[in-house]
């Protein structure tokens, strides 16, 4: 009969845990026992029953002693080791500073863009039934340009609500950031930024909180209104605002029928009073010429309004658009061209994602986001590697140490232990301080960022995910160094510790190439950022855009009081100009301009500026060709119109040829007019720099109702009398608009904040990063130079110089950093070139840039290696051959 | 002297080994208990009594041959010491003491 036996991992592990002397007389036992069980049960029953019988035998008596010694007490050595690590901390002050700040800046700076970045990755995430909305907007295709719009025309919900299964709810929100909503209730009238229009299902879709009211039924009377918490306290103190009426521009009477909690800042749509989009219908019925205005039948896709739909769960979004394409085609379309399509575009993806015409606001940026995202890890490896970098550097001193414990009986895991208990204190001193530094500076972050963001208790486990991290990371970076220490011999730590510590050093060194490679990449990233924004801030836009005030509501004024006010206001000595229309800001007007060649009409978008008398000597603009616009020569001065350089390039005319040329100028469904040119103008940038050139009209509008009074000064002296005067003025004509402006360069400047706040943040959280690896690396040098205190004696006394000795130490350092920067350049150079392609006016990224980086991060260097080089080579060798 | 208590189980197993007499080792024991008790112990309280019983003293072990039906492990073979026999002695008369302390009428029923 052949033996029969159990899996051989079972034995295995009998035998790993059982005391020798039993483990023969035990196995053998259980053996003659398992060749019965074979016989008369199956074979896994059998090695059931045999590692059934193992198990029974972990108990007390059977399980092998280990060692010698038998630890009662865990704690004991514990607390030692804790208390080890604090003296040690004690006796290397700078070392354990450096290596706890620099852990706790970096982790502060991560946490904060953790918070920045979790927070733009939780917009709209509170809807619950986010994940079914979709906002339709369209897409314009012409021969020039795309246009990618937010919006669609009013018309457009309900053909697509009525020809969609797929669609649950829809709803819009209009909004017009040039409206001037104003809204009164007893004393107060004032003009409210948040003024939204909207329909009922609005509530269905989006989950906004509510204090008091009927979501239900709070908007279905078209004299209602829906305010904030924030707008209720502004307007009724502590009163109950249910039932209270407003008045909205100095004519309906609206009640409060709803309380809304405050909409959360990551919303990618807020407001604070909504009001029923039938108002807004009622109010506008029949403005136009014809007096059959009604915006549910008005498919022009210049105006139109955010349409949210909720849809199916389930419904596939791209069948969905292209199902779509059907509205389009028969409402958009309707000259046979396919110009017109409409998107369907997740809700989720809105802030991040979208950066459309008419956005509802300015939507966040994924590119940034994951610059920053970028940095802050980067941050974090530099942080690690300070901290790999000095914990080996420490270890290697520790090497008579470790031979002393190991010649007192000390056991491998207890040398472990020690690092680990020391790694851990540095770790969790870092984390704390790290969590109060992020706490003190947050409001400034906050006000940096134009974020609320706060650290709240929620916040903590996700805050505690990055300690934890750092946690893992310092513990793998101290089992290195101190897996090293553990592995010598007592006699070699005791005795010879050269060799062992050469190769510690080497691989330290290429911890700093990182580092350096990674800081040098920041510095050309700064610089190459900086030269951007100023070439835009700096950049001839062409035109004067200084002295320039523009007043808000004066779109208001009729034609005949805006003569008046022009004469008022050009009494004034101070006031060179008075104009009214819209030649530059940040906002920009587009019409198709069709030119007809051989019989067949080519259709071009051109931006389009309604000027007013003299506006080229206001805005300094030079004629290039042709003539100005002449009140008294030109019999119909409507239609005349002035060109720029770049509209001409864009017809393929020459600046010459241009005059006295012929456009269409079509405008939804009215008749089209046709134009001659008169002029051409020179090239200006008059909107964002981001963009290149617009080809642009520039039309006279004989009563010029509807634009905005540009007010140009000759100086900006006694600023405070003049915007007095100009007051006085206005207030005279306009009783019921208040007085407010703006001054033209601040508006085209603002334009860029959002910019320059982000990388004015990337900024600061790269030298940031650049501190942080100098501190690592100044710790490394101390450390270098400690090492060598004496063989640096030993030279001075045999006559070496200070440079030469100074050269000695921070050599190696500084041919890191050399290579460091030799292996950035390139990276660095295709990473910001890539960058710098979103942009129509690119700064040239020259040698100097590099030149910069590479003398800064010498220079950084330099610092911190020579100070503590320099201080031992300058230092009496006397004291330094002392030092045993 | 330390008391010489004895659990039930380990006096059962210390009552085997006199009784396997020259082959005492883990799996004799546990084959004579559940010849004669009817219970079958897991082999591994045989073995804890038995280390139990040596540390108290009242048994000893030498190591006995390997076969290759125990894949070449050697047995631990147990025999009574001195202190064994004593004690087994003890706890015996300790009963017919209290045995014979107990009235007959106990055992035999009846009425008083």
Known sequence: MSQHSPPRWMMKFFRWFCREELCDAVEGDMLVLYQEQRQHRSRFRANLWYFFNVLTFLQSFAIKRRGVFHHLNPFNMFFNNLKIGFRLMRKHKTYSAINVMGLAIALSAVMLMALFIKDELSYDRFNSKGKDVVRLSHRQESPNTTQESARLPFAAKQAIAESYPEIDKITRFYYWSEDTPLLAYEGQNQVEQGVYFTEPDVFEIFDFEWISGNPATALSDPRSIVLTEKMALKYFGHENPMGKTMRFKNNNKLVVTGLLKDIPQNSHITFDFLLPLELQRQMWLGWDEEGSYDLERDWNHALGVWTYALLAPGTDLALFEDKLQMIAEEHLNKDGKDEFSIQVQPLFDIHLNSDKLNEARANGNMVQLYGLGAIAILILVIACINFINLTSAQANKRFKEVGLRKVMGAKKTELVSQFLAEALILVSLASTIALIIANVTLPYFNQFMGKSLSIRLEELPFLSVFVVLVVVIALLSSLRPSMAAVRISAIQGLVNTFNLMRSKQRFSRFMVIGQFMVCNLLIIGILVINNQLDLLRNKDLGFDKSEMIILKHSRYLRHKDFGVLQNQLSALPVVQNVNRGYVAGTKSFNGSFGITRGGSEDMFSLGVKWVGEGFNEMFDIQLIEGRNFDESSDTNIESAILINAAAAREFGWSVEESIGQKLSYHRGSRPEVVLNIIGVLEDANFESLYDPIVPSVFRRNKSSVGNEVVIKLNNTNDLHNTLNKIEAAWTSIMLNWPFEFSFLDEQIEAQYAKEEKLSAAIKYFAILAVFIAFLGLFGLASFAVQERTKEIGVRKVLGASTASLFSLVSKRFLWAITASFLLAAPIGYYLFDQWLQDFAYQVQIGPAVFLTAGIMSLVVALIAVGFKSLKAASRNPVNTLRYE | ?112
Do not use: C
């Not at chain 2, 009817?38 to 804890?48: F, T």
């Open chain 2, 1 to 112: 002297m330390k008391t010489n208590y004895l659990g039930e189980f380990e006096e059962l197993v210390l009552l085997t080994v006199a009784i396997v007499h020259d082959s005492a080792h883990g799996l004799t024991v546990k084959a004579e208990i559940e010849k004669q008790a009817g219970r079958n112990p897991l082999l591994s309280s045989v073995h804890k009594s038995l280390i139990r019983l040596e540390d108290k003293g009242y048994l000893k072990s030498y190591m006995g041959e390997a076969t290759a039906e125990r894949g070449g492990r050697q047995k631990r073979l147990y025999e009574l010491t001195v202190d064994g026999k004593k004690v087994l002695n003890a706890s015996r008369e300790l009963r017919n003491s209290m045995w014979s302390s107990a009235p007959k009428v106990v055992w035999e029923g009846g009425k008083i």
